[in-house]
């Protein structure tokens, strides 16, 4: 059995300009944090970011590895938007492919399935289709035999595009040396799928443990991503932070506003970066700690 | 009467939105809807599913002020399932608007350009999917002539016009309910399914409404009826699920 487990650096080796990357978690919840503030300090650029947006989308824009975000919102949940999203979309230094969040669901299910699209009702009349002309309808076939559904027929059904990643990268609280993952939070979210839909897998966890040892952690029914959806595994306590990650950590609330005022102000931004995003993750773990113990 | 509130209003009307609407997940935006949904929960609506706001269905009544440590959830619906319940119908939401047009059609996306916005907003969220899977309403607690608009900047929620466009496949299940104001309450039986005035709020005139909205509303002729006012038991309610009178800060008067 293959040991899979390596670093949050050399995940990030990885990780190259152009490439399409798919960001587990949603919003300001369970966002493999560790790995984005790596990429920070790397000479990356040109990245698609496929993301339920939250600080990972923010983040990235703004320290200028993005130039193309697909998603249907960058949200920090207690607070309703990223401020650095706001800024890099107000002076349109970011292209978005808005897509509705039932939608992008879709997209990831297609491309892990490996068929070209999924239909669904979502975004017919909407502005995800009038904005991205590049997404098509598709007319329901059955419009006579036995699965036909009169109401239907002459339908044209959205045709929600498979959402391919180079790669994807999630954050659990547990995973095992073989790759083997389980979120004990209340929502795994579509963590499943985006590894799913890439070609190189990443999980980052709280905590790595021996292969087959999962079931001494939590209920297996968690362990939810299994050893096939996986390459790499990484271990890094506080990882997510300061996204929502129970039973490990709750959302660093405080934290989270201190980098959402810092955010709005270009010079109180600086001085934030300077203090927490300007060493490694054990410095960043570090500095947040000292801060705390300031509070 | 005299101490009932613009908002003590406002949520009736709000919580009239889900009456008549059996076992469906009641999804509300805003303090004032969530309030609306549980008092329609308490009194004659008692079949509406509430959620945690995270991945759970809850038990009973919680109140505004209810600590997430407190809740009893009834069972895990995780955002795949809540997509499930979406996309099968069996939901009312109640969703803000940042603008809203005469058909319906809403955006909390963006205001300007959508390449380059003059105001990033919260995104095109779940509304395009929301709106052509199942019962939608609005609430807009400014209402005012740059939120009731001709025309919407990003078309997130579906309009009756949008939505007979684009046919079958988004106008089988689309549905859309009313707009509570903080003026008024609307539907959308105008000519062609536009907004249609159903009420103004006491102290509210037809022609601060009319003054308000930036396109023609159709049922301002004739007299219009006053939203109605809640009961004192109802008035009890609320104080009792909006302990912290959450509902007063989003809107005066």
């Given at each position: 059995m293959a040991d899979k487990q390596t670093t949050v650096s050399a995940l990030a080796d990885e990780i190259e300009s152009g490439m399409t990357l798919g960001i587990g978690g949603w919003g300001s919840r369970r966002k493999p944090m560790a790995l984005v503030r790596e990429l920070l300090h790397r000479d990356v650029t040109d990245l698609t970011l496929v993301s339920y947006g939250g600080p990972d989308v923010g983040l990235l824009v703004e320290a200028g590895k993005v130039t193309k975000v697909i998603c249907g919102f960058v949200t920090l949940d207690s607070i309703a938007l990223d401020p650095l999203w706001r800024a890099a979309r107000q002076a349109g230094t970011v292209e978005l492919t808005e897509v509705d969040e039932g939608l992008f669901y879709l997209?990831?299910?297609?491309?892990?399935?490996?068929?070209?699209?999924?239909?669904?009702?979502?975004?017919?009349?909407?502005?995800?289709?009038?904005?991205?002309?590049?997404?098509?309808?598709?007319a329901n076939p059955y419009v006579d035999g036995p699965f036909s559904d009169p109401a239907d027929a002459g339908a044209e059904l959205f045709a929600m595009p498979a959402l391919r990643l180079d790669i994807a990268a999630v954050h659990?609280?547990?995973?095992?040396?073989?790759?083997?993952?389980?979120?004990?939070g209340p929502d795994a979210h579509f963590d499943d799928l985006f590894l799913g839909a890439a070609t190189r897998r990443f999980v980052t966890a709280e905590k790595v443990v021996a292969?087959?040892?999962l079931a001494e952690h939590g209920p297996l029914e968690r362990a939810t991503i299994h050893r096939l959806l996986t390459d790499k595994v990484a271990e890094t306590p506080g990882g997510a932070h300061f996204t929502a990650n129970p039973p490990d950590a709750p959302r660093d609330e405080a934290f989270q506003k201190l980098y959402a005022t810092a955010a709005k102000d270009p010079e109180t931004w600086l001085a934030f970066k300077e203090r927490f995003l300007s060493g490694d993750e054990a410095a960043y773990q570090s500095a947040v700690e000292t801060w705390r113990s300031e509070q | 009467m005299s101490d009932v509130t613009r908002a003590d209003i406002c949520t009736i009307a709000c919580a009239e939105a889900w009456r008549g609407d059996g076992e469906v997940m009641a999804s509300p935006f805003g303090s004032v809807p969530a309030l609306g949904a549980r008092l329609a929960k308490s009194t004659f609506a008692p079949d509406l599913v509430l959620t945690d706001g995270e991945a759970a269905l809850v038990h009973g009544i919680p109140t505004l002020a209810t600590r997430p440590n407190e809740l009893v959830r009834e069972s895990s619906v995780p955002y795949k399932t809540i997509f499930a319940?979406?996309?099968?119908?069996?939901?009312?939401?109640?969703?803000?608007?940042?603008?809203?047009?005469?058909?319906?059609?809403?955006?909390?996306?963006?205001?300007?350009?959508?390449?380059?916005?003059?105001?990033?907003?919260v995104g095109v969220r779940g509304a395009p999917g929301n709106s052509v899977n199942h019962a939608t309403s609005y609430w807009v607690p400014d209402h005012n002539p740059r939120s009731f608009v001709a025309s919407v900047d990003v078309v997130c929620g579906v309009g009756n016009d949008r939505a007979a466009a684009a046919g079958p496949g988004a106008s089988r299940f689309h549905d859309l309910r009313r707009v509570v104001s903080n003026l008024g309450v609307f539907d959308f039986g105008g000519p062609d399914g536009s907004m249609r005035l159903v009420s103004v709020h006491p102290g509210v005139e037809v022609a601060d409404v009319v003054a308000a909205t930036g396109f023609e509303l159709a049922g301002i002729d004739g007299t219009v009826p006053t939203t109605r006012t809640p009961s004192d038991a109802e008035l009890a309610l609320m104080d009792e699920l909006d302990p912290r009178g959450a509902r007063h800060k989003e809107v005066a008067g």
């Open positions: 997209g990831l299910q297609a491309a892990a399935w490996r068929v070209p699209f999924l239909p669904a009702r979502a975004g017919l009349g909407s502005a995800v289709q009038s904005e991205t002309p590049a997404f098509k309808t598709v659990v609280n547990v995973a095992d040396t073989a790759g083997s993952a389980m979120v004990l292969a087959g040892t | 319940i979406v996309w099968s119908g069996r939901r009312h939401i109640m969703m803000m608007a940042s603008q809203v047009d005469q058909f319906g059609n809403q955006n909390i996306a963006a205001i300007g350009d959508h390449a380059k916005p003059k105001a990033q907003l």
